[in-house]
Nanobody, 125 residues
């Protein structure tokens, strides 16, 4: 059974950092493109960052470019999203998602098949 579990969310002050993790079970992440998405109250789910499985090519939304870094550890079957210089507008539920493709086509939710339950990230003083 394919399962993704996010962890590492929490409350952080503006300017702070968090690392959220996405652990996979039931399948090997190295065959899947992985995406991180977020959804704030009253807003649509948006693609934050995606990483391919074949060449580790990445995508970042303009709003997080230079602040967030996506990475994968295939030995641990885990993908990470390191978030630095956090802003209040980064507050959202963060989800990871997977699709069995070597390269993601677009970093949008419709392209991904399996989803985790999400982890809350709150940036506030």
């Amino acid at each position: 059974q394919v399962q993704l579990v996010e962890s590492g969310g929490g409350l952080v002050q503006p300017g702070g950092s968090l690392r959220v993790s996405c652990a996979a079970s039931g399948f090997a992440l190295n065959y899947y493109a992985i995406g991180w998405f977020r959804q704030a109250p009253g807003k649509e789910r948006e693609g934050v960052s995606c990483i391919s499985s074949s060449d580790d090519s990445t995508y970042y939304a303009d709003s997080v470019k230079g602040r967030f870094t996506i990475s994968r550890d295939n030995a641990k079957n885990t993908v990470y999203l390191q978030m630095n210089s956090l802003k209040p507008e980064d507050t959202a539920v963060y989800y990871c998602a997977a699709v069995r493709l070597p390269l993601f086509r677009r970093c949008v939710s419709q392209e991904f098949e399996s989803w985790g339950q999400g982890t809350q990230v709150t940036v506030s003083s």
